[in-house]
């Protein structure tokens, strides 16, 4: 229920199905963890946000660890979303970063880079599990200082990650 006189903004989710269930899409500047087992459409749900963030004019930052930019394009053509019109409109960025080899902090460096470079008001981390290596003690706090730097921006936020143990530990659950 809204508070009074502060209606909710909502971004389509791109799955008319699904903005049903939510109300008419994510709650704008919202972080929404999408999480599941191999196979489970996580980043099928991401990219369908994705393409229609930016077909609605949102400048939207699509982060992928450990593919190509034409390997990302590639992956979600495959389920029927072609982003080339929307990159090449300029709405629709897509940072591969490579998860291995480098420290949770970097990443987040590179990803706030990339948000403030692009002016993004969208970004979507596919997977966020890409910046939570095991060998470092403190991803949980490097996690969570993302997540506030976006917020604070007013930054809508999908993420997706596997479900296992080491990621729900990273983002506070038991």
């Known amino acids: 229920m809204p508070i009074q006189g502060i209606e909710p903004v909502r971004l389509s989710t791109g ?33 369908a946000f994705a393409l229609s963030s930016a077909q609605s004019g949102h400048r939207t930052l699509y982060v992928s660890f450990d593919e190509t930019e034409r390997q990302i394009a590639l992956h979600m053509a495959s389920v029927g979303y072609h982003v080339r019109p929307e990159v090449e409109a300029g709405n629709l960025r897509l940072a591969p970063l490579q998860a291995h080899g480098l420290p949770p902090e970097v990443h987040v460096s590179n990803i706030l880079r990339a948000v403030d470079e692009f002016h993004a008001e969208v970004v979507i981390i596919d997977p966020i599990s890409g910046i939570m290596q095991r060998s470092h003690s403190f991803m949980s706090r490097t996690t969570e200082y993302l997540l506030a730097q976006l917020r604070d921006r007013g930054i809508t936020m999908p993420c997706t990650t596997l479900l296992d143990r080491t990621t729900t530990a990273a983002v506070g659950w038991r």
């Open 15 to 47: 799955m008319p199905d699904l903005d049903s269930l939510l109300q008419g899409g994510y709650l704008k500047g919202s972080t929404t963890l999408i999480s599941g087992a191999p196979g489970t459409a996580k980043s099928t749900l991401a990219t």
